[in-house]
């Protein structure tokens, strides 16, 4: 069991952050009266987390085992739960949304997200629902010794779902969200491959270990094969929105959407290629490395933007996904474009603190470092093989993973949570009279 400690994803978030920033050949302007408080208030959020992180030294290690026959049954009622949120979504992808494979994705992708909240009846139960594919892999992950193979092959093609779902609506954010959860489950789990593990080392200071497999050939390359072809979808997302768009100066346009002054060698050398496939990847080259840095400056406009520093929601903004079911018995809730007038820009990334600061301004301070005890503890149980422990902390690392990019505790995302809090649910309380304390 390999687990990377919390404050290690931190560091590795910061300097992804930090190697896109000083690569990307543009400035960022218009950032506000003042850049000393936002940047005080971003380094209080994080040093309060590692703070909290600090204060936790140790769990108990006693936890209940649980019967092959209570684990068949768990993941039995998850998956039937989880194919019928699948079986849901596709339905309204195909017929009521006609997304899937649209003639004009972007554009369909668009009405969608104007249309606010009318998803209908099949639309709410399948966003509940269909994350638990997602969950009930991870749970057979764990327990992989107590289901037959075959199962397991059946729960592994419909539990990557929802990438085929971000595939096909040219979503990336979810693929990487999924498929991070599923690398921090794998590496707590007990699979028997993961035998001998290699430790990354900085000036002798240990980061983190990976399993040595990851090292081999056979495996090492179909990784790397996989991560370029991500950046290759990527660039073809980039590419099709901006044929969407019909940008005739992408550049010139992005400098005033982006508040950016774009370096004048870079825009002459996209100028002065001729290939529009070698223009496009430059293009969308840029494109990715601002996907990355501008987060931390849109929080600095963002937070000299608002009037308040005390907060204005105190949760509703950041927790709206679950919050706009109020709306199903009557009460008046706002719109989450509502909400989000207060905001400096819609529809741009502020880092994980970004709409945190929107909700709860500097008394978030305290939050931040109730959070970081609370990822410590469960960074602590996971290590000790608590189920319930590793469902939660996989949702939790690949959050602070990006959190120098963006707030992934928010939206869809939160259907992810959902299922796992209900997944721990049964755990804890669906019966088992063979339960030893150990």
Known sequence: MSLIKPAYLLITSFIIWLIAYLSIPATYINLGESLWFPILTLTFFNLLFVLGLNTVNGVP???????????????????GIGVLGATLRVFQRVFIQEIYFAEDLVKTRMDLMANE???????????????????TLMLAILWIKSIR????????????????????????????????????????????????????NFHKLPLFRIPTILRRKRVFIPLIIISVGFVIFSQKVINNRLAAFGY????TIWEYYHETKIDKDFKQEVKRENSIVQKNKQIGMYSLKHYFSHSVFE???????????YGYYYGLFEFYTFIKFAKIIGFDIPSFS?????SYKPAVYTTFWGPFFIDFGVFGFIISFILGRFTKRMYLKAREGSESAILIY??????????????LAMGG????????????LFIKFWPNKTVITV
């Open 394 to 407: 996989a949702f939790i690392a690949v959050i602070i993973l990006a959190s120098f990019f963006v707030n």
């Open 61 to 79: 290690k006693k936890h209940p085992q649980i019967s092959i026959q209570k684990k068949q049954i768990i993941i039995l009622l998850l998956f």
């Open 149 to 200: 193979k075959s199962f397991f092959i059946v729960i592994f093609l419909i539990g990557l779902y929802p990438i085929y779902d971000s595939f096909l609506t040219e979503s990336r954010l979810l693929i990487v969200f999924v498929l991070g959860m599923l690398v921090v489950t794998v590496l707590a789990s007990k699979i028997s491959f993961f035998k001998s593990f290699t430790t990354f």
């Open 299 to 309: 929080y600095v406009r963002l937070v000299n933007h608002l009037e308040s520093s």
């Open 338 to 342: 509502e909400l989000n007038e207060v």
């Open 413 to 424: 995302n939160l259907y992810f949570l959902n299922a796992i809090f209900i997944s721990i």
């Open 117 to 135: 909240g009318n998803s209908g009846l099949i639309g709410v139960i399948s966003a509940v629902a269909y994350p638990f594919t997602t969950v």
């Open 248 to 251: 005739k100066d992408t550049l």
